[in-house]
């Protein structure tokens, strides 16, 4: 009998196999479902597209065989998360959409599968300060085709100034140096009565008069700002 194998089910970047009519040096012609392939008369023959195909081996008169294949070609899935993300703790979380729809879904966190985390789109539920690598198993039917997708959700802290407190110092006696805290942020902006003080942008600033004296550290969702009363008693 004419074997030409089982079903075949490739993913759209496989390479499509030579299907082998077996039973060299015997007349053949391949066919698919419209009808009979023209010049296709040997024993191989290589599709380029899905769909149903077979072949006619003719060894005489009443010696013939013939056998089909279905060969199916899966898209695979492309990626769609985007970009890395780099946000402010406070703001509100990204949704991740993988895109490819009408496949099957499946979220994972840092490596940890999310339970119930089968939709398209995803939403994490509270994201701490930190580093989460979320990553999404796209099937779009093909066991063999499934997309792995990733990408990194950081989630810096919010500053806070909690090192300012109101003061009162006698007149005369050397001020206080104020201090923002949060070593290492990104900006420092000091105010006086509400005004920028030119060129005060560092952690520290050393006052010479007395006020209402504010900082802001870091820039967006993520600043954060404490002031105090510095009073001078005669």
Do not use: H, R
């Not at 479902?33 to 599709?47: A, H, V």
């Not at 539920?125 to 950081?154: D, K, Q, R």
């Not at 007149?171 to 000091?190: I, K, Q, R, V």
Request: aromatic share 10%; charged share 5%; proline share 8%.
């Amino acid at each position: 009998p004419v074997n030409l194998g089982s079903d075949l089910s490739l993913c759209d970047f496989d390479t499509i196999p030579t299907l082998d009519a077996g039973y060299s040096g015997l007349n053949y012609q391949w066919f698919n479902l419209n009808g009979p392939l023209s010049n296709d008369t040997t024993q191989f023959y290589t599709p380029t597209a899905a769909g149903t195909y077979g072949v006619v081996i003719n060894n005489g008169p009443n010696c013939s065989g013939t056998d089909t294949i279905a060969l199916s070609i899966t898209p695979s899935p492309t990626a769609q998360l985007g970009a890395d993300i780099v946000q402010c703790e406070v703001e509100p979380l990204p949704t991740f959409n993988a895109g490819n729809s009408g496949a099957t879904y499946q979220w994972y966190v840092n490596g940890t599968i999310i339970p119930g985390a089968t939709s398209q789109t995803y939403t994490p539920a509270s994201a701490p300060a930190g580093v989460y690598s979320y990553t999404v198993e796209v099937n779009n039917g093909n066991t063999n085709c499934i997309g792995v997708f990733n990408v990194v959700l950081t989630t810096e802290p919010k500053f806070t100034v909690s090192t300012l407190s109101d003061q009162i110092i006698c007149d005369g006696t050397a001020l206080p140096l104020l201090d923002a805290g949060n070593p290492g942020a990104p900006s420092y902006e000091w105010f006086l009565n509400g005004n920028a003080i030119p060129g005060a942008n560092s952690q520290t600033y050393q006052p010479n008069i007395g006020g209402t004296y504010s900082v802001v550290v870091g820039t967006g969702a993520c600043a954060g700002q404490g002031s105090m009363v510095l009073s001078l008693s005669p």
